[in-house]
C-alpha cells in the first residue's frame, strides 16, 4: 500500500480523495466447503486492503491539511445467505 500512496503522490502531487470500492466473493460455497485459504483471500481484499490503504494515505491528507475517504459497502452484508459464507 505504501508503493500505491507513494506513486500516487509521485505522479499526481498529493492524494486529494481515497475511494475503497473494491470487493471480492468467495465461489458461493456452503460454509464447511470454504476453503482457509479462500477465506484468507476474501478478508485480505474486503477487510484488510479497506483498513491499509487509508492508514497508508492518511498521512499525506494531513500533511496537506485536507483530503477525503469514501468507503463503499455490497449490499450482500444486509442479508444472510445459504452460500457466500466468506
Known amino acids: 500500500m505504501d508503493r500505491v500512496t507513494a506513486t500516487a503522490v509521485e ?6 480523495i481515497l475511494v475503497n470500492n ?13 476453503t482457509d485459504a479462500e477465506w484468507e483471500r476474501v478478508v485480505r481484499v474486503n477487510l484488510t486492503a479497506l483498513f491499509l490503504l487509508p492508514r497508508a494515505v492518511l498521512p499525506h491528507m494531513l500533511a496537506a491539511g ?3 475517504m469514501v468507503n463503499t ?5 444486509l442479508r444472510g ?3 457466500g459464507a466468506a
Open 73 to 77: 459497502a455490497s449490499e450482500a452484508s
Open 11 to 16: 505522479r499526481f502531487g498529493g492524494v486529494d
Open 66 to 68: 485536507r483530503g477525503a
Open 22 to 34: 473494491a470487493g471480492i466473493l468467495d465461489s458461493m460455497s456452503a460454509v464447511a466447503d470454504v
Open 81 to 83: 445467505s445459504a452460500a
